[in-house]
Each structure stands twice: as C-alpha cells, then as structure tokens.
C-alpha cells in the first residue's frame, strides 16, 4: 500500500505573453479598437474587461493540468461542466498487475495529521481495503467487479482543460474557505500556477 500527497502540474507551459495578445486581439473585436493594440497593452486590457465583467473573451485561451488526487475530489472536479477530462478507469486498471506494483496507491487526507487517531482508522481501513480487493482479483473477480470495494480516498490521475473563463469559476468556488478542503488543496496549488503566469487574469481571486 502507497499513501502519496496530491498534485497538480501543468501539461503544457504555455506562452503566457501569446495568450495575454490573443484575448486582447478577441475583445478589442468587440469594440472595434484594435487599432488601440501595442506593446504592453495587453494587461491593461484584459484587467479592464475583467472589472467590467466581460468575460466570454477569455474563453479564447485554456489551460490543461494533470491532477494526482483521490476520486472523491474528481466527484466534485467533474461539476464544472464546461471542461475536458480524461480520468484513470478503476474498471479497466487491474490494481494487482505488475505496473501497479500489485498494491493499491491512496492520497493522504489533509485535515488528519499521522499522530491522530483517526488518521490511524483510516490507514487501517485502507490497508484492509487493498487486502480484500487483492483477495477477489485472486478468486477470479474482474478488476471492473472488484472495484466496487475501492474507497473515495482511492489515488486517481486525470487530464484537465479548461477556458480561462471557467477557470476562474472554478477558482473562485473551490479556493473558498467553505470549500471540502481535499478539493480546496487542489484548487489552491491551481491558482498558484495560474496567478503567478497570468495575474493579469487571475490575480482579483483571492483565496
């Protein structure tokens, strides 16, 4: 058994002076001043359709990250429906095969720390868990049959894209103190990536 902390990287490092000229490009469409564009007026455009609430121009850019998290923050990720997301099939991964090392992998809960009793109970629990559902692949069970057992606390990968739009939608929701605090963990690595390569975008969110 793998207990593993949660992470967030960004598939792609992209140019973020392209991305700032683009939406710029986009808007001034909008207003028909793009004989306003020059160097360096890209920032202060966009600060300003943000403030105006304009925010359909920044659909023209997104971003993809590949999140390592448990599958009940993927419950949750999922929501924001204006998003793509390739995820980790518990049904078709075989969890007791060799490239899984024939062990269960499980993300380590945030609000516990490892002297707590309930960290205790649940480490426990998730060992008997693997113990069972290495137990039913031996005695014949498919992988998409012995998933059934697996907890949310399971370690699961998946592929992100989101626009820019939904992104600070999504920021806004999961970075929130009222936010369960396994999707809040996300959300806040999310943000540190997107605020300090596009502040211009992001920067009025504050976790």
Known sequence: MKIIEPSVELVDDFD??????????????????EGNIKDGS?????????????ESVIEHASVS?????????????????L???SQESSRYCDYSAGKFGGEL????????????ENFRLWKETMAQLEKNYLTLRANGAKPEEARSILPNSLKTE??????????RHFLKLRTAKAAHPQMREIALK???ILAEKLPAVFEDIQP
Do not use: Q
Not at 16 to 33: H, L, P, Q, T, W
Not at 65 to 81: A, Q, S
């Open 16 to 33: 973020a002076v392209a991305i700032m000229k683009k939406i710029e490009r986009a808007g001034r469409v909008c207003y028909k001043s």
């Open 65 to 81: 990250f590949k999140i390592i998290c448990d599958r009940g923050v993927t419950h949750e990720l999922v929501r924001h429906r």
């Open 83 to 85: 998003a793509s997301y």
């Open 158 to 167: 998946i592929f992100v894209t989101m626009n820019l739009r939904e992104l």
């Open 105 to 116: 992998t499980f993300i380590k809960p945030c609000f516990w720390s490892e002297e707590n």
């Open 190 to 192: 999310i943000y540190a």
């Open 42 to 54: 890209a920032e202060k455009f966009i600060r300003g359709i943000i403030k105006r609430g304009h």
